[in-house]
């Protein structure tokens, strides 16, 4: 089964991610098939940038968000995408 969540990236105690489709037996900073977007927290406001396209493809495909990554897909307008496509 594969999975949209975060892979974390940065020196200690400064955090960045990557949204990564991944496998879900892979361990969090593991193999990951594509990378789809990155997070970055630590800036004001929050750095959200996200492939839109590899995210819907993703999602048409049966993978499944984590609840981080189903938030940041809502903000960056991947889910309205998906959804408006499924119907």
Do not use: C
């Amino acid at each position: 089964m594969v999975k949209l969540r975060l892979m974390r990236m940065g020196k200690t105690k400064q955090p960045t991610y990557r949204v990564v489709a991944a496998d879900s037996r892979s361990p969090r900073n593991g193999r990951f098939i594509e990378i789809i977007g990155h997070y970055n927290p630590r800036t004001e406001p929050s750095e959200i940038s996200i492939d839109n396209d590899k995210a819907v493809a993703w999602l048409q495909k049966g993978a499944q968000p984590t609840e981080a990554v189903a938030k940041l897909l809502r903000i960056s307008g991947a889910m309205e995408q998906f959804s408006g496509a499924a119907s």
